[in-house]
Each structure stands twice: as structure tokens, then as C-alpha cells.
């Protein structure tokens, strides 16, 4: 996800975790929320489920060490998004993580309909070619790795496959909505009607005249 700076203003309890490539990475608190809500999901439903006979113990720990991994595929996807904006002079204010995944602050709009395109997209691919090396990871080591360790690393193959078609539904500020609207500007030529019309498939349909 992307947002202006001032749409990311909701974050007012965050804490700065680490800077990378140049980037500040925040946890907003909300994220604890969801983390603490993943662990006890992975622990008590999805690993006893998909790899059972375990111990308990063993599936709170899957549990740790998946939520642990959502958290990087998180912060690679931001990370991705953030690059391409860089490299289009789009200033990226920092990366942070809430209860909805994780947002890439943008300090001004795209100067074009091909640097928001390519910076759309580029974390929904991150997340397939991340998705796609963990699932092959996977398969390639069920025989020799413990019933644990593969279970984390096919469970967060997954997940990034769900994290990157989900981000692709066309609707802001979700990243299908910028790609929606990065078409429609590029086709219309017209910034303006290419946001209303994209923001009509949205939820923010009600902010716009
Ligand atoms: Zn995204």
C-alpha cells in the first residue's frame, strides 16, 4: 500500500523500529494487535490443522515464527513500492506498519502515470516472487527439514500469494486502485477524472465531489 503523508496522518502511535536503505520503518500500535492475533490463529487453528501432531509448544512457536515472517514480507513489499518511488523522484517519508498490513508514505502525488503504475505494482510482484521462492523453498525441503520448519516456510509462501492478489483489488488504497487509476490517467490523459473514477471503485468514493 501508498498513501500521501497526509492521508497516513491516522498513525499517531508509532514507533520508529529501524531505517533501511535509507527509510525509516515504523510500528504503528495497532500492529501489536494483529501480530498477537496472528500468533494465537497460527498456534491454535492453521499449524495443528495443515501439520499436526505437534506440541503445543512447538505449534506457539510456528506461530511466532510466522507472524516474525509476515512482518519482513510486509516490510519487503513496502520496501519494493518505496525503491521505484525513489527512483521516480517521489519522496518516500517513511514505511509503517498498522493493523492492515503496512503503508509506504509518500510525500507528494506521482509526477506521472507510469512512475505510479510501476511503484503500484512493484510491491504486489515483490510479494509473488517472495511467495513463489518460499513455496519452491518448501517443496524442495519436506523431506530433509523438520515437519515445523516446513509448515512456516509453505504457510508464509501462501500468505504472500494472499498479500499480493489481495493489495491487487482495484480499490484505493489498496495498490489495484493506484494501478486502476495510473491505466485510466495514462490512457484519459487526465489526472482528475482518472481519480474519480478510480476512487468510485473504492471506498473513498464519498471524499471526492
Ligand atoms: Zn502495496
Redesign the pocket.
Known amino acids: ?2 498513501a500521501t503523508a497526509h492521508e497516513a496522518a491516522m498513525f499517531l502511535h508509532r514507533i520508529k523500529i529501524l531505517t533501511l536503505a535509507g527509510f525509516t520503518i515504523w510500528i504503528d500500535i495497532s500492529w501489536l494487535i494483529l501480530a498477537a492475533l496472528l500468533i494465537w490463529t497460527l498456534a491454535l487453528g492453521e499449524f495443528p490443522r495443515t501439520v499436526p501432531n505437534l506440541s503445543a509448544a512447538t505449534y506457539w512457536w510456528m506461530g511466532f515464527a510466522g507472524t516474525i515472517g509476515l512482518f519482513i514480507s510486509i516490510i519487503l ?1 513496502e520496501l519494493s ?1 518505496a525503491l521505484i518511488a525513489r527512483r521516480y523522484d517521489m519522496p518516500i517519508a517513511g514505511i509503517t506498519l498498522f493493523i492492515f498490513g503496512g503503508v509506504a508514505e509518500l510525500n507528494k502525488e506521482p509526477s506521472s502515470a507510469k512512475a505510479e503504475f510501476l511503484m503500484a505494482i512493484g ?2 510482484i515483490a510479494s509473488m516472487v517472495l511467495g513463489t521462492i518460499l513455496l519452491l523453498i518448501a517443496a524442495a525441503s519436506e523431506k530433509t527439514v523438520s515437519p515445523a520448519a516446513f509448515g512456516v516456510l509453505d504457510y508464509l509462501g501462501g500468505l504472500n500469494w494472499i498479500l499480493a492478489l489481495f ?1 491487487l483489488i482495484p480499490a484505493f488504497p489498496l ?1 489495484g486502485g493506484r494501478v486502476l487509476r495510473a491505466g485510466l490517467w495514462g490512457w484519459m490523459n487526465d489526472f482528475g477524472r482518472a481519480t474519480r473514477i478510480a476512487a468510485g471503485s473504492g471506498a473513498s468514493s464519498s471524499a471526492l465531489p
Open positions: 500500500m501508498s513489499h513500492h510491491g504486489p493489495n495498490d
